[in-house]
């Protein structure tokens, strides 16, 4: 999608004014919509596709997935989330799933970042190689 200059300018301004001490506030959201709603200033409705992608991308960014081929238990799932949280925030959400394409191991998404412990990934690498 192909977003304006003045339109993505405004999107922008609306994503920065989203924040409180330098994390998304979903309060500080309703309030820019609600602005943006009352004001309809020129090149919203794009201003305001290009915000919903950026907040989008901002509440991926804090979404843990942790995949394994096997049910973690808890203690594992919450090492796990204790060590992300402490390198990441506080305010990491996450979110389980068992995948058995992995065979073993697992594999952790935050965002467009992964860390890829699986024997899956393991055997992936080697046949890339070869």
Known sequence: MKVSKDAR????????SSFSHGRLDPARVKAVLA???AR???HSLEALKDYEQLVRMELAR?????????PLDPATADEILRD??????????HETKV????????RVQ???DVWDGSV???LELLRSRL
């Open 110 to 112: 935050l965002g467009s």
């Open 62 to 70: 804090r979404h843990a997935v942790i995949e394994s081929a096997t």
């Open 9 to 16: 300018h405004l999107s922008r301004s609306l994503f920065r």
């Open 99 to 106: 995948n058995p394409a992995l065979l073993g191991g697992i």
């Open 40 to 42: 309809r200033p020129r």
């Open 120 to 122: 899956s990934g393991r």
């Open 35 to 37: 602005t943006v709603a």
């Open 84 to 93: 992300l949280r402490t390198r990441f925030g506080a305010d990491i959400t």
